[in-house]
T-cell receptor, first 113, second 110 residues
Framework: DTEVTQTPKHLVMGMTNKKSLKCEQH?????MYWYKQKAKKPPELMFV???????INESVPSRFSPECPNSSLLNLHLHALQPEDSALYLC????????????FGPGTRLTVT | DQQVKQNSPSLSVQEGRISILNCDYT??????FLWYKKYPAEGPTFLIS?????DKNEDGRFTVFLNKSAKHLSLHIVPSQPGDSAVYFC?????????FGQGTELSVKP
């Protein structure tokens, strides 16, 4: 099983809403990641979790709040987003941090109105 | 400051021929390099990788070459097939951080 799943596939939210994106993997991977991808651009790293602890935060605004409840799950809590936050949000996982392939989920297409 | 660059936004190749996608990087501390393929509205799919201590890695129709002195890597696809048409991203890794190039859109014509 080399699958990373993400829910929901699409999400439309207002600027005052609170919502969460979910990511799950059952490959026994101990590192999980959140990326943001805008149209015609490469994915940009947001957060890295290693062994359920936040390892890297790429200076992401606090309106994005990650959470890793256990080794298989990764959430991204969203609050008071701006229209420019509209993007494809990708989750990935890898066996460990160094020298390992990252496997990506299909993404959540987020639109902030 | 782009640490990973793919200077060709697009490439068109005839079916059966070789596709060569190029990538340059600036940071000599990168320890691992990867190629991903991406279709619209999907997540990137891992294709092939290479450690910085090697100069070639082959997997079926895909071969990645690394030239450390030139800080350059390339992905060869041979023979190219119409199903290979997608955006290809190279990525460089350092301590778990993946930095992606801008992508090259490959079109393989029948």
């Amino acid at each position: 099983d080399t699958e990373v799943t993400q829910t929901p596939k699409h999400l439309v939210m207002g600027m005052t809403n609170k919502k969460s994106l979910k990511c799950e993997q059952h490959m026994g991977h101990r590192a999980m990641y959140w990326y943001k991808q805008k149209a015609k651009k490469p994915p940009e790293l947001m957060f890295v979790y290693s062994y359920e602890k936040l390892s890297i935060n790429e200076s992401v605004p606090s309106r994005f709040s990650p959470e890793c409840p256990n080794s298989s799950l990764l959430n991204l809590h969203l609050h008071a987003l701006q229209p420019e936050d509209s993007a494809l949000y990708l989750c990935a996982s890898s066996l460990g941090l160094a020298g390992n392939e990252q496997y990506f989920g299909p993404g959540t297409r987020l639109t902030v109105t | 400051d782009q640490q990973v660059k793919q200077n060709s936004p697009s490439l068109s190749v005839q079916e059966g021929r070789i596709s060569i996608l190029n990538c340059d990087y600036t940071n000599s501390m990168f320890d691992y390099f990867l190629w991903y393929k991406k279709y619209p509205a999907e997540g990137p799919t891992f294709l092939i990788s290479i450690s910085s201590i090697k100069d070639k890695n082959e997997d079926g129709r895909f071969t990645v070459f690394l030239n450390k002195s030139a800080k350059h890597l390339s992905l060869h696809i041979v023979p190219s097939q119409p199903g290979d048409s997608a955006v290809y991203f190279c990525a460089a890794s350092q301590g778990g951080k993946l930095i992606f190039g801008q992508g090259t859109e490959l079109s393989v014509k029948p």
